[in-house]
């Protein structure tokens, strides 16, 4: 399992939040837990479009290799 750092803020009306090592992973909601639920659905749509990118322009003769930090 990843782990991965949002960065929250709150403001009057709503909570926002970015997800650190993905640019562009960013949510919103009115309590922080709807922030942290909102945070973690972009987070795993992201990761499933980017996955879905690397495949189809690897094509079909590739090799998958996990990396750990």
């Known amino acids: 399992m990843s782990s991965y ?3 929250l803020k ?3 009306e709503w909570w926002i939040g ?9 949510a ?3 309590s922080r ?3 942290l639920e909102n945070l973690r659905s972009a987070l ?3 990761l499933e479009i980017n996955r879905e990118r690397a495949l189809e322009a690897v094509g079909d ?3 998958e290799e996990t ?3």
């Open 28 to 30: 919103q909601g009115k």
């Open 10 to 12: 709150q403001n009057p």
């Open 44 to 46: 795993k749509e992201m």
């Open 67 to 69: 990396l750990v930090l």
């Open 61 to 63: 003769d590739y090799q």
């Open 5 to 7: 750092t949002a960065v």
């Open 18 to 26: 970015w997800i650190e090592e993905l640019p562009g992973v960013n």
């Open 33 to 35: 837990e709807e922030l």
